[in-house]
């Protein structure tokens, strides 16, 4: 079954204080894994798509890897507006559904 | 461009209830999906539509149901409301079914 863990939980970082995010997966071929940021009360809002082991893409001051079994997303010098809850889903070939993580919160102090 | 809009943006029932909620897709998206999420948790994945057929289901009971129109908009309908059915109910659409999704900014749901 497809599953996708998330670590941690949560973070606590000093402005500035770069950190990356975890992202392990289980998939049955993949076709997609995507990473959304979440607001309070608010819709996902779309980051990235990654396809296949080896690729990386780049916006602003998030960096998304991806492996065979896990993906990161490296925050480089975080700024308090950086602060929400990170969501890593995928896509496997076998069907439609797309599974979520249950996020990480990350929270950036000045 | 408009992103994806749902309405209402919050609804409050009681118990044994029915509702519906309604989705429009950015301009020029066919897929429609529909997502559940409870405080602290991921979205979980609930319906796919893809031009007006259904493509996917997931582990919810038959009190769910949704349904796409020829515009591409959707409902989600659920019946006799249970209190666990509080809730985010997202909606998000993509191109096919296989391409990114973009979420709107759901419609939070309270059931007494």
């Known amino acids: 079954e497809d599953q996708v863990t998330q670590s941690p939980e949560a973070l606590r970082l000093q402005e500035g204080e770069s950190s990356s995010l975890n992202c392990s997966y289980t998939v049955s071929g993949l076709r997609g894994l995507f990473w959304y940021r979440q607001d309070p009360g608010k819709g996902p809002e779309f980051l990235f798509t990654?396809?296949?082991a080896g690729e990386e893409k780049e916006k602003e001051r998030l960096k998304a890897t991806l492996t065979k079994k896990e993906s990161f997303l490296h925050i480089t010098a975080p700024k308090p507006e950086d602060s929400a809850t990170y969501l890593c889903a995928v896509q496997g070939t076998g069907g439609f559904k797309t599974i979520f993580g249950a996020g990480t919160r990350l929270f950036v102090k000045a | 461009d408009a992103g994806v809009t749902q309405s209402p943006t919050h609804l409050i029932k009681t118990r044994g209830q029915h509702v519906t909620l309604r989705c429009s897709p950015i301009?020029?998206?066919?897929?429609v999906s529909w997502y559940q999420q409870v405080l602290g948790q991921g979205p979980q994945f609930i319906f796919q539509?893809?031009?007006?057929?259904?493509?996917g289901r997931g582990n919810f009971p038959d009190r769910f149901s949704a349904r796409q129109f020829p515009n591409y908009s959707s409902e989600l309908n659920v019946n006799a409301l249970l209190l666990g059915d509080s809730a985010l109910y997202l909606c998000?659409?993509?191109?096919?079914?296989?391409?990114?999704?973009?979420f709107g900014p759901g419609t939070r749901l309270l059931v007494l």
């Open positions: 998000a659409s993509s191109l096919n079914v296989q391409e990114t999704q973009y």
């Open positions: 301009s020029g998206h066919k897929s």
């Open positions: 539509y893809y031009e007006k057929e259904e493509r």
């Open positions: 990654l396809y296949s």
